[in-house]
């Protein structure tokens, strides 16, 4: 992938070149013809020290196009910082685990049998099914519950006779 960016922007940059030695061309006007005359005098320029300027000249920094993109990234780019967040991030994120699984044993390691003392409801119906004072009806409900195939044809039954849902 790197040397498809490399090449893409080696090509850009050939096309800039040629665009802009083709606007120099257009925008350059014809040579005048000046008329012969003697040369001048050349002029002697007087400047004083205070108003001279000391210019050095610029690093020139590397084409981009001459170095990989890996290469640019690791020269302009500090990493280091990056490198010592993600050496912290495991560990945050084992501390984050070990968190979160402490709160579920906390919210779900309990005996279900001991959150009420209270006899609800079932308790009472419960003896009567089981015991022999069963009515006819709930007798071949339980019979008929008990066969695989009964037990079919059953859930067939209640898909045929459920009201159509279309949401």
């Known amino acids: 992938m790197a040397r498809d960016i490399e090449e893409f922007l080696r090509r850009a940059a050939e096309r800039r070149k040629q665009q802009g030695q083709k606007k120099q061309q257009a925008a350059a ?8 005359t003697p040369p001048a005098q050349p002029r002697r320029l ?6 001279v300027e000391v210019v050095r000249p610029r690093l020139v920094e590397k084409d981009m196009r001459d170095e990989s993109v890996a290469a640019h990234v690791q ?3 500090n990493t280091s910082e990056i490198a010592d967040h993600v050496t912290h991030l495991s560990d945050r994120i084992e501390q984050t685990d070990e968190r979160l699984e ?6 779900f390691d309990h005996r ?7 006899p609800s409801v079932q308790d009472d119906v419960v003896p009567v099914v089981k015991g022999e004072h069963i009515s006819g009806l709930a007798k071949d409900l339980v019979e008929m519950l008990n066969s695989p195939k009964n037990v079919r044809q059953a859930i067939l ?5 459920k ?3 279309f949401d």
């Open 102 to 107: 402490a709160r579920l044993h906390k919210k």
């Open 112 to 118: 279900v049998g001991t959150l009420d003392s209270k």
């Open 29 to 36: 006007p014809p040579p005048r013809k000046r008329p012969a």
């Open 157 to 161: 039954i209640a898909e045929v006779l």
């Open 75 to 77: 020269r302009h780019i």
């Open 46 to 51: 007087v400047i004083a020290d205070d108003e």
């Open 163 to 165: 009201r159509p849902d």
